[in-house]
């Protein structure tokens, strides 16, 4: 059983993750940018460690054995070539170190495909950020990585009707892709403890509303005012995540199959 994981990002989702796993009896080794965080990682009894990516990890005597990497693409200014190389160049530290990597993906790396999208799906990614995803899956995989492609995330203080309140959107009939942070930790504990490697997992709740229909309710739900969604482009249901082999290979329940019974809960 491995007994020491490392996460390198520890933020929304990473520190939770932490957190829990500590709180499983593992040791962790936990990265961060951030003074504040770094000390309130320490006081949780994680080893915190300053991190930014490009550096060189920062342990080099007894690596963890699985390290999660979680470092999402920056959302203002995104250069695609320098995280590449960054993301790129951590995987190969990771590698060197023989450490099993965990690769937290995201679904964009499918692009616009339409339909019953399964974990064999072809990615066809058409963002910047999805290509570069993309990238770096392959290079996991080729060592000993494995890849968990993650749908639209909620939890504490996050949820996506926040950004839609109020605006006039389209493509009304495209159905919702939703994970709570929860069952993703649950998802990443179950990876671990299974030692499930050079595998590719994505994870989304069962149930896939529609938006109009969806983000209608959960404005009005959470006292928000409501999006409206224009009739242009209203065929296309768009994609929506089979992650029933997934649930299978992991064993595991989700807590929150359907997007209605998540918290929605502000930030």
């Known amino acids: ?14 520190l939770p993750l932490a957190m829990q796993l500590k709180a499983n009896g593992y040791t962790v080794l936990g990265t961060a940018r951030n003074k504040d965080k770094l000390k309130f990682m320490a006081e949780q009894g994680i080893q915190a460690f300053e991190y930014s990516l490009g550096a060189t ?9 699985v390290l999660v990497i979680n ?20 995987v190969n530290q ?12 995201s679904t964009s790396v499918y692009g616009e495909v339409s339909g019953e999208i399964f974990e064999t799906t072809q990615a066809h990614p058409v963002t910047a950020s999805a290509k570069a995803h993309a990238v770096i899956e392959q290079q996991a995989l080729q060592g000993s990585g494995t890849i ?26 495209q159905l919702v892709n939703l994970v709570h942070q929860q069952d993703v930790i649950t998802a990443i504990k179950a ?12 994870l989304s709740a069962t149930e896939h509303p529609s938006r109009a229909e969806f ?15 224009s009739q242009e482009n209203n065929a296309d249901a768009g994609r929506w995540i089979n992650a029933s082999a997934t649930l299978d290979k ?18």
């Open 148 to 173: 968990l492609r993650l749908a639209g995330l909620t939890g504490p203080a996050r949820h996506p009707v926040q950004h839609l309140s109020g605006r006039v959107l389209e493509k009304g009939q």
């Open 191 to 202: 990876i671990i403890v299974q030692q499930l490697w050079r595998q590719t997992f994505h």
């Open 250 to 267: 992991l064993g595991i329940t989700l807590q929150y199959p359907s997007p209605y019974d998540m918290p929605i809960e502000i930030g």
């Open 57 to 65: 990890l920062p342990w080099s005597v007894a690596p963890p054995d």
């Open 215 to 229: 983000y209608t309710w959960a404005a009005m739900a959470a006292g928000l005012a409501v999006p409206q969604f």
């Open 71 to 90: 470092i999402p693409p920056g959302r203002r200014e995104f250069d695609e070539v320098r995280f590449i190389a960054a993301m790129t160049a951590l």
């Open 94 to 105: 990771a590698l060197v170190q023989k450490s099993h990597i965990l690769f937290i993906s």
């Open 1 to 14: 059983m491995h007994k020491k994981i490392g996460i390198c990002g520890c933020g929304w989702l990473g």
